[in-house]
């Protein structure tokens, strides 16, 4: 884990350190990922990564946080996301607390006010008070903004959200600022945060949005990388074991599924087959986990039928 | 240097790529962040501030390799190179030699090269690394063995470059003769040799071919032996020239010359396109298709409706002193558009139905819900076909089992009345597909009405040009009184317009 201060400098200082620093946080990583953090941190600049489910995007993330010892904070997005939700809301209710409150003690501001004009000015004194930021409840976006020593910023799943949330993150991501119209601009305290946007790509992201960040795809990891990945996740499970079921996950993707395993599946399958025991793979063992890895019916059904050759050619 | 990488992002755009004015500044940042020693690090950091999706980052991979085609900083990979390239020159050094060594007589003596050595510092630095061979150095066999010795110095500016041994400064001269004339503007492939004669021209080689031929005529062995040498250089450099001219080829001609191909794709009636331009037609439909998708996603919600967003209304009704005045809803989408497409597939019309259906379902994300009828007598739905197989896949299938057999409309309404009229609700759109020639048999233009009353909207597309539409056999007459709309449709340009209007109005 994470030393008290890790020492931003070194870590940041080339892309190979980054790449081994990742390592030590157990994620393994390839030149191109370790690049992007690399040059998002230097150019200051969000990454937006695109790739399957289950490759490590939001892991990234995380990880990241971790290796600079920086808050996370997290914007899941979906459907009907809104600036109150993403950015700030009025707490409306104190608002309208503290008008009755102002209500009750009216006579004793406006005592002694001669006229309406001097009344009307008097409660101007007030000012926006209620427009201030003691009634402003920050949201995930502003909180970043806030952060005192800088954080990492996760807008995870960018995709689900609608078209009109992507225009409102464009201010935020090229200019580390947002706009409330009724207080004005807000700036990054700071350090502005290291922003990751995920995207499963259920839908093209704007040209605008794309613009404005890192582009990186991460596509499934080559078998090499993938067991020391095993390795580093379940460190437990023997070499050969982990190199057959790599091999065996690898054969899957190559096959025709409604969804490929991931990265994510085959952890969870190696921890599997650590609780069972297991040494090597057997047929009739890998049809009992199946369902670990594959999510649909239909998948099982097809694999099935393969299963024998895909496991005695895992074995080889 | 930062020519360099602007040249690269024409090259990158030329191929498709968009490459916006802000991301070629990012990507300058990140080169001077990265640097250009270490090329897999400075490809890492450029595919990330370029290429935005994953086929523009494939796009790139060949883009960077063509462009950056430097393997060899320290020029470690000669050999090779060099030895291929001394075999072929020394087959047709002879013939070459007579033609261009009597015309290099009265050519006026190069210009730039003076001026060229001023500018190859800044330069220096990555076309240096473009650099790949050296001159062979083993004598030619089928030339008068000189044997090894002393050469008599070389006299004329390409000569002494020649015989410099520097791959760096060879390259970047050829370099710049390319820009001085234009290679970047080369347009077909044709033109390659044309490029390659100029590029050497600029560099100077009338110069060198003179002196070459003074050389040969001399009776002194040293100047001899220069000549010989000269001469093998002279080959080579031609094939270090024609590779050059031919990436650049690659990197700016061959995208435009797609492109114009494309842009006369989009006119040309698709009932004339061949065969072999199938497949780039395909990519032309897929490409409209995907812009029509990403103008009109962007509309698909309506706001007053659906439930009362609470929070939201109080909130915006605190300036009228709470009092519930401004209502504001949770958005709630609509129905997206069903689509009923009936395609006659027969003979003269099949390739239209192909292209149409195309379209069709490569709108995937914005009209989930296309339903496909193919007939040429009897009316079957292929929409699980379409489901199930790719789109090329199910038209070749649908083609295959539906087409051939004499069009029969009257039938193929009759089937479908049978089918799926019960399914026609006003939200739906039928398009139909057919030049309307019905073998002079019942036109049933009574099921036409039917479906006519039922949907929302029904559009006849004719591929025949508007004047034959009532000649013959044709009953459009009769089929336009029940369509909403009819419409010539013969090209892409033609179907882009119309499922572009279609969008426009179902939603």
């Known amino acids: 884990m994470a030393d008290a201060a890790p020492d931003l400098q070194k870590i940041t200082e080339s892309v190979e350190n980054l790449k081994t620093e990742l390592e030590a946080h157990r994620y393994i990583c390839s030149d191109q990922i370790a690049t992007a953090v690399y040059l998002a941190y230097h150019l200051r600049k969000p990454i937006l990564i695109e790739g399957p489910p289950g490759v490590g995007k939001t892991e990234l993330a995380k990880t990241t946080a971790d290796m600079f010892a920086l808050p996370l904070i997290r914007l899941q997005c979906y459907e009907g996301l809104d600036e109150a939700k993403a950015i700030y809301e009025w707490k409306y209710g104190k608002q309208l607390l503290y008008t009755q409150v102002l209500k009750e003690t009216l006579d004793e ?45 996760l807008i995870d799943e960018v995709d689900k959200s609608d078209h009109e949330f992507e225009s409102l993150l464009l201010e935020m991501l090229s200019d580390y600022q947002l706009s409330i119209p009724e207080i004005g601009t807000l700036k990054a305290v700071n350090e502005p945060p290291l922003v990751f946007l995920t995207s499963n790509n259920t839908r093209e992201i704007s040209d605008a949005l794309k ?3 890192l582009h990186l795809y991460i596509p499934f990891p080559d078998l090499e990388l993938e067991q020391r990945i095993i390795h580093a996740r379940v460190p437990e499970i023997p070499p050969e074991l982990r190199r057959q079921l790599v091999k065996f996950i690898h054969e899957l993707r190559g096959l025709d599924l409604k969804k490929v395993p991931a990265i994510s599946e085959t952890i969870d399958w190696a921890r599997t087959l650590l609780l069972l025991h297991t040494e090597t793979l057997e047929p009739q063992l890998v049809r009992d986990t199946l369902n670990v890895i594959l999510k649909f019916q239909e998948d099982i059904e097809n694999v099935n039928s393969e299963l024998t050759t895909l496991t005695s050619q895992a074995l080889k | 240097m930062e020519r360099t990488l602007t040249n690269f992002i024409h090259a990158l755009r030329s191929s498709d790529v968009r490459v916006s004015t802000a991301e070629t500044l990012d990507a300058f940042n990140a080169v001077e962040l990265v640097g250009y020693e270490d090329r897999g690090a400075l490809k ?33 990979r000669d050999g090779g190179d060099a030895e291929e390239a001394a075999n072929e020159s020394s087959e047709d050094a002879a013939d070459g030699q ?12 190069t210009r730039g090269t003076a001026d060229a050595t001023g500018k190859r510092k800044s330069k220096s630095k990555s076309k240096g690394k473009k650099a790949q061979t050296t001159a062979p150095e083993d004598a030619d066999p089928e030339e008068e063995d000189l044997g090894p010795g002393k050469m008599s110095k070389p006299s004329s500016e390409l000569a002494k470059l020649l015989m410099n041994d520097s791959k760096v400064e060879l390259s970047i001269a050829t370099a710049q003769a390319g820009e001085a004339v234009g290679v970047r503007d080369i347009q077909v492939f044709t033109q390659k040799g044309l490029y390659t004669r100029r590029i050497m021209e600029q560099m100077g080689l009338a110069d060198l071919n003179r002196e070459i031929s003074d050389l040969r005529g001399s009776r002194r062995i040293p100047q001899r032996r220069l000549g010989q040498n000269l001469r093998q250089r002279r080959e080579w450099l031609r094939e270090q020239v024609r590779d050059y001219v031919e990436r650049q080829f690659l990197l700016h001609a061959d ?13 040309v009636k698709l009932s004339n396109v061949e065969q072999r331009n199938f497949r780039l037609i395909q990519d032309v439909v897929f490409k409209m298709a995907k812009r029509l998708a990403a103008l009109h996603s962007r509309r698909k919600k309506v706001f007053k409706r659906g439930q009362l967003n609470l929070p939201r209304t109080l909130r915006h009704n605190m300036s009228y002193d709470g009092a519930i005045f401004d209502l504001h809803w949770k958005s709630v989408k609509i ?10 597939v027969s003979g003269s019309v099949a390739n ?18 296309v339903r496909s009828f193919a007939f040429s007598s009897d009316l079957a739905e292929v929409t699980e076909l ?31 009345k049978k089918h799926c009229l019960d399914d026609v609700d006003n939200r739906t759109t039928i398009i139909i597909l057919g030049d309307a020639r019905n073998n002079y048999g019942d036109p049933r233009t009574d099921i036409l009405k039917e479906m006519y009353d039922r949907c929302k909207r029904l559009i006849w597309l004719n591929p025949e040009p508007r004047n034959s539409w009532y000649v013959g056999d044709a009953e459009m007459r009769k089929y336009t009184a029940y369509s909403h709309q009819v419409e010539e449709c013969n090209s892409l340009m033609h179907l882009e317009r119309i499922v572009g209007n279609l969008l426009k109005t179902v939603q």
Request: aromatic share 12%.
């Open chain 2, 335 to 344: 129905d997206r558009p069903k689509v009923f497409a009936i395609c006659d």
């Open chain 2, 255 to 267: 995208a435009d010359g797609r492109r114009l191909r494309e842009e006369l794709l989009r006119k």
């Open chain 2, 44 to 76: 890492r950091s450029l595919a990330l501030v370029l290429p935005k999706t994953a086929d523009e980052k494939e796009t790139f991979d060949l883009c960077f390799d063509q462009f950056f085609k430097f393997t060899d900083i320290r020029g470690d």
């Open chain 1, 211 to 213: 613009r404005r960040c």
């Open chain 1, 109 to 153: 501001v406006l005592q002694g006010a001669k006229g309406f004009a001097e009344s009307v000015s008097r409660l101007h004194e007030f000012g926006d008070i209620f427009f201030s930021e003691e009634f402003l409840e920050p949201r995930p976006l502003m909180k970043a903004l806030q952060a005192e020593a800088g954080c990492i910023l």
């Open chain 2, 352 to 369: 239209y139905a192909r292209f149409m259906l195309m379209f069709l379902y490569s709108l995937e994300e914005v009209m989930p819900k």
């Open chain 2, 386 to 416: 379409f489901e199930r197989n790719k789109i090329e896949d199910a038209i070749a299938k649908t083609l295959r089992d539906y087409a051939g057999g004499s069009t029969d409309y009257g039938q193929a309404f009759v089937d479908f």
């Open chain 2, 98 to 109: 007579d033609g261009e060594g009597g015309a290099g007589g009265d050519n006026p003596p």
